[in-house]
């Protein structure tokens, strides 16, 4: 069973383009957390998705990010425009209905210049 | 909200001795999970140890084990005979119970720990 995989592992953008994350739980796993990392910083929560549906947004900021989990393919975090501000690593958890803990990616990188 | 509060930023030990890291939370709820998360050098975020709210003894995992205090809202990790693997982040993490399946964690800042040969 392989675990919760994140690509790219490393993502370059220039100020205003956009940046596409994306992650496949693991198997067997229909809730996905987003998290955000800042450097020397932990790892903060941005949202929470269950397939085709948004449970819990409150950690994300209001304009030019967004994500979904459709009901086939990996969830993907949107950030349009970025900014320099938004260079940090972004982790993905996923766990089964009722699961006791979540599980991690490796995390995306992403430096925007 | 709950909150989760690491307040030492570094921390060293010699191998092979014993290190503590420390970790508050401020929580009004009765139930909850408690976590503590280690973070090597590759990012991944490697689960070390959980702790129930519920339950009154502290969990064991090998080498690591937590000295849970409810009432103060305390929840330290003890490393003992510490190896150079050992060497990472760690991050404090607070999960409330209430939403069945929610894995929704805060965490703290982290504290870097150091081994030294």
């Known amino acids: 069973n392989a675990g919760v995989m994140q690509n790219p592992r490393h993502l370059v953008r220039r100020r205003g383009q956009e940046a596409r994350l994306r992650c496949s739980p693991m198997k067997g796993h229909s809730h996905v957390y987003w998290y955000r990392q800042l450097p020397e910083e932990g790892l903060k929560f941005m949202v929470y998705l269950q397939k085709e549906n948004i449970i819990d947004e409150s950690g994300m900021p209001k304009e030019r990010f967004s994500a979904e989990f459709p009901k086939e393919g990996p969830s993907i975090l949107r950030i349009q425009q970025v900014v320099r501000g938004d260079s940090a690593a972004y982790f993905c958890a996923s766990s089964p209905p009722g699961g006791a803990e979540a599980f991690f990616g490796q995390g995306t990188r992403l430096t925007v210049v | 909200a709950q909150t989760v509060t690491q307040s030492q930023p570094e921390m060293s030990v010699q191998e092979a001795e014993t290190v503590t890291l420390s970790c508050t939370y401020d929580?009004?709820?009765?139930?909850?999970?408690l976590f503590w998360y280690k973070q090597p050098p590759s990012r991944q975020m490697i689960l070390v140890i959980r702790q129930e709210a519920y339950k009154q003894q502290n969990a064991t995992e090998n080498r690591f084990s937590v000295n849970f205090q409810k009432a103060a809202k305390s929840f330290s990790l003890k490393i003992s005979d510490s190896q150079l693997g050992d060497a990472a982040m760690y991050f404090c993490a607070y999960r409330t119970s209430i939403i069945q399946g929610a894995q929704k964690l805060v965490f703290g800042q982290g504290t870097r720990l150091t081994i030294n040969p």
């Open positions: 929580t009004s709820e009765s139930d909850y999970y």
